[in-house]
């Protein structure tokens, strides 16, 4: 408990610290730009009175939220999560689910004008001020080590000489330094914009063909389509997904696999994302597994029913048998199963992965599991799975793995980020998901729908 508060009073003081460092610098931005100080003291007044609105209206009900939280007796806690009584998991429950959940207070299904005008552009504004603020630092760090390095040099390596201390950076080199810095500092406010308006919903179509050494002849050729992380919610909106349903009705495949995660917080906005999802049509059906966020949100008995009601069937470590042609392939489901905490405490954690699910398998034949956490691969290896579906990173959803694989966000809790995974008689896909988490911005993470094609060689 000690650490977490440690790690929540950490990131609270760099929040902090970054906020002061971006005031002080729009602050001298504003004077050389604005000469007058009568438009620069309205401009300022403008500028202040936007900032402590946002952070008002995002940060107050759950500060409100959390003493609630802290001060309740866990029988009579208004809370929704009562069990949790740290700073850190208050002020996070309050935020996340005590605000959007809170009397009358649903979260819509809808881009409302609340969420387009206070809570994105705050969420924005959070995200890119920290890594702005962030990268200044290490560029700051980087200068003074090179400063100390060179004053080394002509300590240490000249001693004696009577060389005269030269500054080795010109001015005009120190301007050019002085610019890209401020280049690269607010480098994160432009990407983060890029991110929330054009690559959030710049949907990919990923096509990969599977071989299945052993795969039935009836099923040579067959088509799978995945869908996943979902995330119903004001930005991803029941009609946003109706797009991607129709998209996914267009590449007309013979089955469709939708790897969890479909509400995000809110239990209430279960009916509307299956509601939608009802319109996926597929000649050998719609089969789905659960992801953390239907735990998290304790919705997963309720939206497994609703989800039967409408003929798509989750499978929750169970399997269905797709007949073709007097032939069969296996399909199995579990729920999200993880053996480390993340999240809301009170997780259903497992010792180990897939326990049981050698009872499903079917020898002989193509067996391919929907399971959420990729995490479950090495154990589906060994069992013999040949193709496990997998989505719950987002691919990263904000990473810089196009300068290298570990600058992601998703690699502190799972090796498989995103793409085609192999192993010895054993193969993973994780899908990047079309919904997002947290902020509503990706970046260098685009929302995908894949395609297989399963072949036997
Ligand atoms: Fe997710």
């Not at 890119?128 to 603020?133: E, T, V």
């Not at 060994?382 to 579906?389: C, K, N, R, W």
């Amino acid at each position: 408990m000690l650490s977490r508060l440690l790690v929540f009073f950490a990131l609270l003081l760099i929040l902090i610290a970054s906020q002061l460092f971006w005031v002080r610098l729009i602050g001298k931005w504003a004077t050389s730009l604005i000469p007058s100080a009568l438009w620069r003291r309205r401009a300022g007044l403008a500028g202040w009175a936007v900032y402590l609105l946002l952070f008002t209206y995002n940060l107050l009900p759950s500060l409100v939220g959390a003493v609630v939280n802290l001060s309740s007796t866990p029988g009579r806690a208004r809370s929704v999560v009562p069990e949790h009584r740290t700073l850190a998991s208050a002020l996070f429950h309050a935020h996340f689910l005590g605000w959007i959940r809170g009397e009358g207070n649903v979260e819509p299904t809808y881009l409302t004008l609340r969420a387009a005008l206070l809570q994105a552009p705050f969420e924005w504004w959070i995200l890119c001020s920290l890594l702005g603020f962030l990268i200044a630092i290490s560029f700051g760090l980087a200068d003074r080590m090179a400063h100390a390095v060179r004053w080394l040099y002509h300590k240490v390596g000249l001693a004696g000489r009577a060389v005269p201390l030269r500054n080795p950076v010109s001015l005009e080199r120190r301007r050019f330094l002085e610019r890209t810095a401020l280049a690269v500092t607010t480098a994160p406010f432009v990407a983060g914009a890029y991110g929330m308006f054009y690559e959030r919903l710049n949907l990919e179509i990923s096509r990969r063909r599977i071989k299945i050494p052993h795969l039935p002849r009836a099923f040579e050729g067959f088509r799978i389509a995945q869908l996943s992380d979902i995330h119903i919610g004001p930005f991803m909106t029941a009609k946003e997904i109706r797009r991607y349903v129709a998209i996914t009705n267009g590449l007309k495949p013979d089955l469709v696999a939708l790897t969890g995660d479909f509400v995000t917080w809110d239990p209430s906005t279960q009916s509307a994302v299956v509601d939608v999802l009802a319109g996926v049509k597929a000649p050998f059906g719609v089969y789905g597994c659960l992801g953390n966020h239907e735990m998290w949100a304790k919705v997963e008995d309720s939206i497994a029913r609703l989800f039967a009601g409408r003929s798509i069937r989750i499978l929750r470590s169970e399997q269905a048998l797709i007949r073709s042609g007097g032939e069969v392939i296996n399909l199995l489901g579990v729920d999200y199963q993880s053996t480390s905490p993340m999240g809301p405490r009170g997780q259903r954690l497992v010792r180990k992965y897939l326990e049981g699910l050698d009872r499903l398998m079917v020898p002989g034949t193509a067996n391919i599991l929907l399971s959420h956490n990729p995490n479950t691969f090495d154990r589906a290896a060994e069992y013999g799975v040949d193709l496990s579906l997998a989505g719950h990173t987002h691919g990263g959803q904000v990473t810089l793995e196009f300068i290298s694989p570990d600058l992601s966000p998703s690699r502190l809790i799972t090796p498989y980020v995103r793409g085609w995974f192999e192993k010895p008689g054993s193969q993973l896909y994780v899908n990047r998901g079309i919904g997002t988490i947290g902020v509503p911005i990706r970046f260098d993470a685009p929302p995908e729908i894949t395609i297989f094609e399963l072949a036997r060689s």
